[in-house]
């Protein structure tokens, strides 16, 4: 099972940028272990998020994967180490081990150092990672996201990927300890860091529930309450709220999820989301409380209204009125209440630009709130190594182009020259 730390998305980026070295990693390291695996030894293939399919439980997934692994194979970063959710995995899977009678859990391990560590607390927790420096020196000086983005370092990429294998194979024909229950990852602490106040992020649902349905409306998608509203219930498992809240903890906020009627000051101080069904504005008290909780809106609460491609000409006139309504909401100032505004016409678009709409709302409370957070001085990012010779074309260009405000996929631009800093 492959663990790392989610990158939030840079403004320019597109959703098929995030965290692509990963999943290209994970293809060559599962094709390796295939290949070098000896006769009459099957092996499962790995196991990676990104394998999940659209629409699907990602927690049971995740916990499937943790129940079923044999070997574990954390990718090392700073990042990783800060984040809450790759803790709790790699707690999670360690507490697994100990209870299959290992008695060197960390033998089920094969670490991976991603970037290189400037933490002297996160190099002690490293000190298990295989660095191979005889025979592959660039490996344990500049981390494998750097072998595997430079062609330069090409060589140096595959003999890693090649020992990483091997050692996981190794792992595996020594025994195994076959699938077992693990505890709700949610549920674990992070080994690495003292749990502190998790950063905050609030989705509110406005939208109708079962019971309370307006004339003609079919009852697919919706639940006993509002947070349980499918918008796609075609192409979806799960509700909105429970892919939101999957993303947003993934980034490391708490999720508060409440409904426009009852708010409050849920949203004081805090980013967010405002998921809209446009048939919640069919009869005129919900289009009221609509309007009225518009009127409120922090700029750092992000208002998206989700149209189901098969919509009819109800709900397309539902969305417009919806839409009337957020865009002529005013402050008691008299000024625009809404600012930005999303409209969504498929679960696969939710589900791509959700990362994009968190890290757009927590940038708009980082800019705009009064309760602004203080800065800290970032330490200066490791160099790689010096003389390194002129890449030959090795590096794909990174995509630019922030997602559209009405729907749609982003568009493609040229180049912006940043990269995420979160080692993933």
């Not at 959703?15 to 599962?30: H, I």
């Not at 090409?154 to 091997?166: F, G, K, N, S």
């Not at 930005?340 to 990362?355: K, Y």
Request: a negative charge; charged letters at 25%.
């Amino acid at each position: 099972m492959l663990s790392y730390a989610h990158s939030p998305p840079l403004s320019g980026q597109r959703p098929g940028d995030l965290d692509r070295w990963v999943g290209s990693f994970f293809q060559r390291l599962d094709a390796a272990v295939a290949e070098i695996a000896p006769d009459g030894h099957r092996l499962d293939r790995g196991f990676c998020d990104q394998l999940v399919p659209l629409g699907s439980d990602w927690k049971q997934a995740i916990t499937a994967g943790l129940e079923t692994a044999e070997v574990f194979v954390p990718l090392y970063s700073a990042a990783y180490f800060s984040r809450s959710q790759s803790g709790r995995e790699w707690e999670c899977f360690h507490r697994r081990v100990q209870r299959a009678g290992v008695a060197n859990p960390m033998s089920r391990f094969v670490p991976v150092l991603w970037t290189p560590l400037m933490e002297e607390q996160h190099r002690a927790w490293a000190q298990d990672a295989p660095l191979f420096e005889a025979d592959v020196p660039a490996y344990a000086e500049n981390g494998l996201k750097a072998l595997s983005r430079l062609a330069v370092y090409q060589d140096a990429y595959l003999a890693t990927l090649e020992r990483l294998a091997a050692r996981i194979v190794a792992i595996s024909a020594s025994g195994l300890i076959g699938p077992s229950s693990v505890d709700d990852v949610d549920r674990l602490e992070s080994p690495f860091r003292a749990e502190a106040a998790a950063k905050q992020f609030v989705v509110t649902v406005a939208a109708p529930t079962a019971a309370a349905l307006p004339a003609g409306r079919r009852p697919d998608g919706y639940g006993a309450d509002s947070a349980q509203w499918r918008a796609f219930p075609a192409d979806q498992e799960l509700s909105l709220v429970s892919y939101a809240t999957a993303v947003a903890e993934r980034l490391d906020f708490a999720v508060l999820v409440t409904g426009v009627e009852k708010a409050g000051d849920d949203l004081a101080g805090k980013p967010g989301v405002m998921l809209v069904d446009p048939w919640f504005v069919a009869n005129e008290r919900d289009a009221g409380r609509l309007a009225e909780f518009a009127r409120g809106l922090s700029p750092w609460v992000l208002p998206i209204i989700l149209v189901d491609p098969a919509a009819d000409a109800r709900s397309i006139e539902f969305a417009r009125r919806a839409e009337d309504i957020l865009r002529g909401a005013r402050t008691p100032s008299g000024e625009r209440a809404v600012r930005a505004l999303r409209t969504i016409r498929s679960f696969e678009e939710f589900v791509s630009l959700m990362p994009f709409l968190i890290a757009d709302a927590e940038r708009e409370y980082l800019r705009k709130s009064p309760l602004r957070r203080p800065i800290t001085k970032r330490r200066p990012r490791p160099k790689l190594t010096r003389g390194m010779p002129p890449e030959p074309g090795g590096m794909p260009p990174e995509s630019g182009g922030t997602p559209p405000e009405s729907g749609g996929m982003p568009p493609e631009a040229p180049a912006s020259g940043r990269e995420n800093d979160d080692g993933a």
